[in-house]
Nanobody, 124 residues
C-alpha cells in the first residue's frame, strides 16, 4: 500500500501560481488513480481534480477549469496540481488521494489512501 505526502503549499497573492506535489511511497503507484481535494475552514472536503492510472484522462471541477492542471509522473511516483490565476476562494488545505477502483471521482469514500494535506492561502 502506498503512503502519500503533499508539498508545495504556501501563502501567495491573488493571480499568482503554485504547484503542489504528492509523492507516493511504494512500487505500485501506477495501480492507483489519483485525485486532489480541498477543504476550506468550516466546509466539507471537496473534489478538485483527478487523473487516471496512466495519466491519459483527467477531470476537473468547473470552478478550476482553465486554471488548474493535474498531471502525474509514474516514474517518479508523483502527482502534481499546477494552480494558476489563484483566487482567495482557492484558500484551503489541499489533499491528494489514491484509489484502485471507483465510479464517481468526487466521492471521498471511494478513495483508499489520503495524504496529510498542505495549506494554500491566497490573499486578495
Amino acid at each position: 500500500q502506498v503512503q502519500l505526502v503533499e508539498s508545495g503549499g504556501g501563502l501567495v497573492q491573488a493571480g499568482d501560481s503554485l504547484r503542489l506535489a504528492c509523492a507516493a511511497s511504494g512500487r505500485t503507484f501506477s495501480n492507483y488513480a489519483m485525485a486532489w481535494f480541498r477543504q476550506a475552514p468550516g466546509k466539507e472536503r471537496a473534489f478538485v481534480a483527478a487523473i487516471s492510472r496512466s495519466g491519459g484522462s483527467t477531470y476537473n471541477v468547473d470552478s478550476v477549469k482553465g486554471r488548474f492542471t493535474i498531471s502525474r509522473d509514474n516514474a517518479k511516483n508523483t502527482v502534481y496540481l499546477q494552480m494558476n490565476s489563484l483566487k482567495p476562494e482557492d484558500t484551503a488545505v489541499y489533499y491528494c488521494a489514491a484509489r484502485t477502483y471507483g465510479t464517481t471521482w468526487s466521492r471521498t469514500d471511494e478513495y483508499d489512501i489520503w495524504g496529510q494535506g498542505t495549506q494554500v492561502t491566497v490573499s486578495s
